[in-house]
């Protein structure tokens, strides 16, 4: 599957969009950065730090108030994306089934990830048990850092699109896996390009003494729909049935 994937239209797009609404875009994550701190810091307070259940349960609370913000903000964004009408509040009131389907996407993330961690990092100690595995930043760690960040950062960018399949098609969590895993099918070159491309934003917003991560941060999620937009738009009517319909 051979299509045009312009990473300057998109960044181009995005910037358009993310200027027209500037004010709406920093305000998500300055919302975001605001209540995570508040709610994290209820969680500590109420639940302890010394409590394996209670750091578990905490985690888990903050994994779903991160959830139902990500859902909020593309709900707006993809409407600032696709209409020209003025963002109303409703907009920014999550739904629900699609803030907890994006969080099971980010368990069963999290778990695959564990499983390759584990495996990888197990493999790789048996056959080096003089390694002292506490010590993260020696150079012999280094060959499991980089084994390890393969397969995570191939799967990241495989998944780009879960949460945009979520919020704009309604898509379950293990159908979104699969329809990013689907779409994304012969375009990791140009999708780990992007991947650097939104690195280097963030990197330049952090630079600016992390205030300009109000604005690279949500920017980098418009760069991301704009990308799955044009590379749905450009899927044939056969392959917009695959999209719907592809095999897990």
């Known amino acids: 599957m051979d ?22 875009v920093m305000g998500f994550t300055a919302v975001q950065f605001v209540v995570m701190f508040i709610f994290t810091s ?3 307070l109420f639940f302890g730090e010394e409590s ?18 990500a859902v909020a903000m593309y709900q707006v964004f993809f409407k600032l994306i696709d209409d020209e ?29 564990v499983v390759v961690i584990s495996l990888l990092a197990g493999l790789y100690f048996i056959n080096t048990p003089d390694i002292d595995s506490m ?13 390890i960040a393969i397969p995570i ?24 896996i699969s329809q990013s895993w689907t779409i994304t099918r012969g375009h ?8 650097l491309v939104i690195l280097g934003i963030n990197f330049l917003g952090a630079l600016a003494f992390f205030v300009g991560l109000l604005f690279t941060i949500p920017f980098s999620s418009l760069v991301l729909m704009i990308a799955y937009r044009q590379m749905v ?16």
């Open 3 to 24: 299509r045009p994937f312009s990473i300057s239209e998109i960044v181009s797009t995005a910037w358009q969009v993310a200027k027209k609404n500037i004010w709406v």
């Open 42 to 44: 209820l969680m500590t």
């Open 52 to 69: 394996p259940a209670g750091a578990l349960l905490q985690n888990g609370l903050i994994q779903l108030a991160d959830a139902f913000i």
């Open 85 to 113: 009408t003025d963002i109303e509040f409703p907009d920014f009131v999550p739904n629900v089934v699609k803030a907890f389907n994006f969080l099971l996407v980010k368990i069963i993330m999290g778990a695959i990830a």
């Open 135 to 147: 010590a993260t930043l020696s150079w012999k760690m280094l060959p499991i850092l980089v084994l």
């Open 153 to 176: 950062l191939y799967m990241s960018i495989r998944l780009f699109f879960v949460l945009c399949f979520i919020v704009d098609q309604e898509s379950g969590s293990t159908e979104s």
């Open 188 to 195: 990791f070159w140009s999708l780990f390009t992007l991947f």
């Open 233 to 248: 738009n450009n899927y044939t009517d056969e392959e917009e049935i695959l999209i719907s319909d592809s095999e897990a």
